[in-house]
């Protein structure tokens, strides 16, 4: 990457730890492809001089094509490709009983395959920068957790994704690892945790299971996306490093 600015895909940017990736990444001076389904992705885009430096695609993930556009975007306004954070999801809290087949069929989609679809169209350009693949997995992907059968299901997915894929893209020189929040301090965890009927009890239990007595903020999660994709961890593929507040330790 030296002597010109190492490129980055950050998906569901538009907020949260998105956001945070995006700002962090841009501190370290990436250039960035940010892309979220919310037109307010938009704002995150800059320039500098004639030439972007953050380029904003409003598009959904679920969509094989938005991989394929984002990958090409970062091509064609950049010339490379050195990082993929495969951060979009959707959580879903709701018995095996009570899910929909809708439901179960929106979080695959966002969860599992449009990682999926992203690694695939980033990958040939990843080889020849030697980059890197950083994921976001959950705790919810490593044990059980009531009312979260599809997403904890959809997690675990993205916990063996890293595995396989670091194995995988190893002999050619790209690093695949990922990050698993406990819950992070953010306007979709308060939404999420407001829609349950019994919500300060939930909050309450929640909080509880983290040791350091707080959730974890984006930027701190976004700070270890910046690290696992950074040449001080060259030598880690294949990992899954916990942002949690000690949520797994117990």
């Given amino acids: ?64 094509s938005t991989a394929t556009r984002a990958v090409a975007t970062a091509v064609e306004e950049f010339g ?73 299901m959809t997690k675990g997915a993205i916990v063996q994704l ?10 050619h020189g790209v690093r695949v690892n990922a990050v698993a929040p406990g819950a992070v301090d953010t306007d979709f965890t308060a939404e999420a945790t407001a829609s349950d009927p019994d919500a300060d009890a939930t909050a309450r239990a929640s909080l509880a299971r983290h040791p350091i007595g707080r959730y974890s903020t984006p930027s701190e999660v976004a700070e270890v996306i910046v690290f696992l994709a950074s040449d001080a961890a060259s030598g880690i593929t294949g990992a899954v490093v916990n942002v949690d507040g000690g949520y797994l330790a117990q």
């Fill in 80 to 152: 490379r490709l050195d990082l993929l954070v495969n951060n979009a999801g959707r959580f879903h809290r709701r018995s095996i009983l009570e899910s929909t087949d809708e439901e179960f069929d929106m979080l695959v989609e966002i969860n599992v395959r449009a990682p999926f679809a992203f690694s695939r169209a980033a990958v040939p350009h990843l080889r020849e920068s030697k980059g890197s693949i950083v994921n976001l997995a959950s705790v919810a992907g490593f044990i059980g957790v009531a009312q979260q059968p599809i997403y904890a």
């Fill in 162 to 171: 890293t595995r396989q894929q670091a194995i995988e893209q190893a002999p």
């Fill in 1 to 64: 990457m030296a002597g010109q600015a190492p490129v980055a895909i950050v998906t569901g940017a538009a907020g949260g730890v998105g956001r945070a990736a995006v700002d962090a990444l841009r501190e370290r001076g990436y250039s960035i492809v940010a892309v979220d389904i919310t037109p307010a992705v938009s704002e995150l885009a800059v320039r500098e001089g004639n030439t972007p430096a953050v380029v904003a695609l409003i598009a959904d993930v679920r969509h094989t």
